[in-house]
């Protein structure tokens, strides 16, 4: 079944939804959290995990990916920390053969050759080849978590390119994607009265370019 916000989003880049989002007020572009290659992209419904360092007795990293819907994105709080990876190459693996949309997390991953050879989207603060096992463990499944500063419900849309991620939180995507799809649309005629020979100042002031990202209300 063909989830059609999140086709949405697909087709729209994170800069255009980054500025949907400021024009609305909404905290979304996860800062610091980088894709592995340039060329990857993501769009999916959050399934997210936080994780906390370990305890007594020591918990576990977890075996969550079974649960995962396809096409939903992984979304892991590991408190940015970069001394202990939380998903690596057996992960890799099984993301990549079960469908998933790809992985994001604020904190390190590692066996990125895997990744980039299968061209599974993976979005990260860094990298490292240092384990999380015995250092940090699963906390908590399908809560609310934070990535780059960025509160990340269940269920919202994560969509990740060139540029990074943001999120789209769930109560609001059809207003974001529709004022997303207003500045994109508006770009386009932008670079298409520039294409046709018009100065880059009157074609902005034709379509309010100056106007599209601010705040409402402002």
């Not at 697909?10 to 979304?28: C, N, P, R, V, Y």
């Not at 977890?62 to 992984?74: A, L, R, S, Y």
């Not at 370019?209 to 705040?215: A, N, P």
């Amino acid at each position: 079944m063909t989830d059609t916000n999140v086709e949405r989003a697909s087709k729209l880049e994170t800069a255009t939804l980054s500025d949907a989002l400021d024009k609305l007020g909404i905290a979304g572009q996860c800062l610091g959290i980088k894709p592995l290659d340039h060329r990857f992209r993501l769009a999916g419904r959050a399934f997210t995990l936080a994780y906390a360092p370990v305890g007594h007795p020591v918990g576990t990293v977890g075996d969550f990916i079974d649960d995962v819907p396809e096409g939903h994105v992984v979304v892991i709080d590991n408190g940015g920390r970069p001394d202990a990876t939380v998903w690596g190459d057996i992960l890799t693996f099984t993301a990549n053969k079960r469908g998933l949309g790809g992985t994001v997390i604020d904190g390190a991953c590692r066996d990125t050759h895997l990744a980039l050879d299968l061209g599974y989207p993976m979005y990260s603060r860094s990298y490292s080849m240092r384990t999380g096992k015995d250092r940090v463990q699963l906390d908590a499944t399908q809560v609310i978590v934070t990535i780059g500063d960025v509160r990340v419900a269940p269920g919202d849309i994560v969509r990740g390119d060139s540029d990074g991620v943001v999120v789209i939180p769930a109560n609001r995507e059809d207003e974001v994607l529709d004022a997303a799809e207003t500045i994109d649309a508006a770009e386009m005629r932008i670079r298409d009265a520039i294409a046709g020979g018009l100065r880059l100042d009157e074609a902005r002031k034709q379509q309010q370019y100056h106007l599209l990202q601010r705040r409402e209300g402002q």
